[in-house]
């Protein structure tokens, strides 16, 4: 799978442009001419790109961080590396939207693709691929051989299929790479837009979410489930993983290998999932967590913290299962 990039980004501009709009008091007078190129996760941020910080939950990769410039507070300022130049701001997650609407001014919704050709074009360009009817698919589209394409399904510009997948019908597909094996079941929606919005001053600011998602081999996912893209990093469904229907999965969420999940169930933005994790249907599971290998969680529980390796958890707030079962027995 290439490394591709679905949204048209802007700059370079002068750190001292960005420090105007996001109205930081950091002195920082020996590199105000200094130019930031990109916007960037606190790992993936080079020498030339700006990052954020807004929780010490994440002060190990902080510390490590190669980011010219990090938006974050003058009480996580201490989690950076000395060369890194502070910004502190009263809120960061609006001046983190604020900045990456400057890199990325059309990211923040989803307008519809102007590029989409019809089925009559399709089998010229795809010969090795089957396609129902009412099929419309965007420019620059790879699919792979004895891809199955069903009626009335949108494969939009840019989105990567491999081979032998099967998309069922009345599935949209945006700002995604898909891998060997897949089957997406009818109505899913992958790489839409995530629930990204900052509240200020009575107004919700929508915030550009310019990540993908990324589908790894022999995954399936259910009928009307969502999967959103990443923020800035990507959404990321490991080799082999099997989604139920109705299942929504919001943006930046990373699920590991071999994983099981029944119907319904939701993951807020952000959590990190191991490797052959089962959960069961309508549970619910909150933002920024990580979840270890092979955990099983109980259907309807409601995870609001970490999960370590090999535990079986049930009930809101999860607790293990030997606790769940020893407090239905007291009361």
């Excluded at 442009?17 to 001419?33: A, C, D, L, R, W």
């Excluded at 529980?301 to 370590?308: A, E, H, K, Q, W």
């Amino acid at each position: 799978m290439s490394e591709k990039h679905f949204f048209e980004k802007k700059g370079p501009f002068p750190l001292r442009e960005i420090v105007k709009i996001i109205g930081s008091n950091s002195n920082f007078s020996m590199k105000e001419n200094f130019e930031i190129h990109n916007f960037e996760s606190l790992d993936k941020a080079n020498s030339n790109d700006m990052t954020f910080l807004n929780s010490s939950k994440y002060q190990d990769l902080s510390k490590k961080t190669k980011a010219a410039a990090c938006i974050t507070t003058s009480g996580l300022s201490k989690f950076l590396p000395e060369k890194c130049i502070k910004l502190d701001v009263k809120n960061v997650l609006f001046a983190v939207t604020q900045v990456a609407k400057m890199f990325y001014p059309n990211a923040d919704m989803d307008c519809p693709d102007k590029n989409l050709s019809d089925i009559k074009n399709l089998r010229k360009l795809y010969p090795h691929v089957t396609f129902g009817i009412n099929v419309l698919v965007g420019k620059n589209v790879k699919i792979g051989k004895n891809s199955q394409i069903s009626s009335n399904s949108i494969i939009e510009s840019n989105v990567e299929i491999g081979e032998n997948c099967i998309i069922g019908s009345f599935v949209t597909i945006r700002n995604s790479l898909i891998s060997n094996n897949v089957y997406i079941q009818d109505g899913s929606k992958i790489g839409v837009k995530g629930f990204g919005f900052i509240p200020n001053k009575n107004k919700n600011t929508r915030t550009p979410h310019v990540g993908k998602v990324i589908l790894e081999e022999g995954v399936e996912i259910g009928a009307n489930s969502t999967i959103d893209r990443g923020s800035l990093t990507n959404t990321v469904i490991g080799k082999n993983t099997f989604i139920d229907n109705q299942v929504h999965i919001a943006h930046n969420v990373k699920i590991g290998s071999n994983c099981m999940i029944a119907g319904q169930v939701g993951f807020a933005g952000s959590t990190v999932v191991g490797n052959n994790v089962v959960i069961g249907g309508q549970a619910g599971v909150s933002g920024h967590l990580r979840i270890g290998n092979n955990v099983k969680i109980g259907g309807g529980s409601g995870v609001i913290n970490d999960i370590p390796d090999n535990l079986q958890v049930m009930g809101y707030p999860a607790v293990t299962l030997k606790e769940f079962i020893k407090n239905r027995k007291n009361k």
